[in-house]
């Protein structure tokens, strides 16, 4: 069975290493019909004939020259304190697309370098700030935003990780806040879709599908990568929303647009298998968990193949997920307590272990998925007091996805008191 949340890994605060990468444009709006689909003459998906843009090769290609030619220049000398700033986001921004773990270690390597070796400049901290929060080190990395606008920092990049932090840990009502202001100042794909993200969050489906499909009409520039972050945020929504036939459709424009997307194509597998094309899933996920050091792909080809009955090769890719979610635990607990929690869930076959991931995560950052990922650890494991304490809460929470519904009334029919909410979850 599929999650019904995205596997985003890392993704405490997406986009924002894509902020200076877009070509700003300003185009009239497109309106969206009722019902959530797109009207007449305004697809979503758009083709590539549609909305041309970079060859994903070559777009991959152009970054890693960017990052090569930017450290070629250390070798003739010291950066500027912005110059490795810049490395660091082009290198967290290739661990974003390329799925590595490593980059995003060695981004927060370069960061805390920088704010050991000027301590006075506030890009250290915004860069920290990114780093930390990447990591979901999320107090610690507000605490260096408020640091560097202290130290006079200010704009556009500063708000955008702000609210990128909000939303991570279900802040929605303040990152949505932000949003609309950055949308108001400059209409833009990036912004429309981060306004999009937040409300997709906030469950006004609606809204923010046409957001997304607005967001395209304000792009021409020709680099893949806001295109195919755009898609597979808007596919993540669809996903959670139980709507896989549309989740797929645009996981696979994203992957199509930049194949070398990890997250797309992982995601596209985990659709696909839901769908029950387990064959197309083995093939996206097998080159992906051979060489990512991310070991969701290695847990999802587990799980996929022990579903499809090819129980040995599902033991191996098991045996790899378990032990590389170990060390990551051991590195960054706060970041790959939910990811660690779903593996035991699924594949690990280890309820109990996935039960204490999952409230570590809850502790971290109070979201729709958070709370989903306890009921379901707790409801597996026959914990019934975790599973109505974490129901007791989700009354709170902005929106219940399908899933979230039925797992809390699941949770509270096993409870002791009466249902508060009544009919709400039925």
Do not use: K
Request: glycine share 6%.
């Amino acid at each position: 069975m599929t999650s019904s949340r995205p596997r985003t890994v890392l993704s405490g605060c997406i986009a924002n290493a894509l902020l200076f990468l877009a070509a700003y444009c300003h185009a009239a709006p497109a309106l969206l019909n009722q019902g959530g689909t797109a009207p007449s003459g305004i697809e979503s998906p758009l083709s590539q004939a549609e909305l041309p843009t970079t060859d994903g090769a070559i777009a991959i290609g152009n970054l890693q020259a960017q990052i090569d030619g930017e450290e070629r220049l250390a070798a003739y000398g010291p950066l500027t304190g912005l110059q490795r700033a810049g490395i660091a986001d082009l290198i967290a921004m290739r661990g974003q697309f390329l799925g590595r773990i490593a980059d995003y270690e060695r981004a927060e390597q370069i960061a805390e370098q920088l704010v050991r070796e000027a301590p006075t400049d506030p890009v250290s901290f915004l860069t920290r700030a990114q780093a930390r929060s990447t990591f979901h080190r999320f107090a610690e990395a507000l605490a260096d935003v408020e640091e560097a606008e202290r130290r006079g920092l200010h704009g556009q990049r500063v708000e955008s990780l702000r609210a990128a932090i909000f939303e991570a840990t279900g802040h929605y009502d303040e990152a949505l806040v932000v949003r609309q202001r950055a949308a108001r100042a400059r209409l833009d794909i990036r912004s429309l879709g981060a306004e999009a993200s937040v409300r997709s969050g906030r469950g006004e489906i609606e809204e923010a599908e046409r957001l997304f499909v607005e967001a395209p009409q304000h792009y021409r520039d020709v680099s893949p990568f806001p295109v195919a972050w755009l898609y597979f945020q808007q596919g993540s929504m669809w996903m959670r929303e139980g709507s896989l036939d549309r989740a797929r459709e645009l996981f696979e424009a994203a992957h199509q647009r930049l194949p070398a997307y990890a997250a797309a194509q992982g995601h596209l597998a985990e659709v696909e298998a839901a769908l029950g094309r387990h064959e197309r899933a083995i093939e996206l996920l097998r080159p992906l968990a051979q060489t990512s050091d991310d070991p969701d792909y290695a847990a999802q080809l587990a799980r996929i193949l022990g579903e499809a009955g090819q129980a040995e090769e599902a033991h191996r890719w098991r045996a790899a997920a378990a032990t590389r979610y170990a060390e990551l635990i051991a590195l960054h607990p706060e970041a790959f307590a939910d990811h660690a929690a779903e593996f035991w869930l699924a594949a690990g076959g280890d309820p109990q272990e996935a039960l204490a991931l999952a409230q570590t995560n809850l502790r971290v950052r109070r979201t729709p998925r958070a709370y989903e990922l306890v009921l379901q650890a707790a409801l597996a494991a026959g914990e019934s007091a975790a599973a109505c304490d974490a129901a007791s809460h989700t009354g709170a929470l902005p929106h219940l996805w399908p899933s979230l519904r039925t797992l809390t009334s699941r949770a509270l029919a096993t409870c002791s008191q009466p249902d508060p909410e009544g009919s709400r979850y039925r």
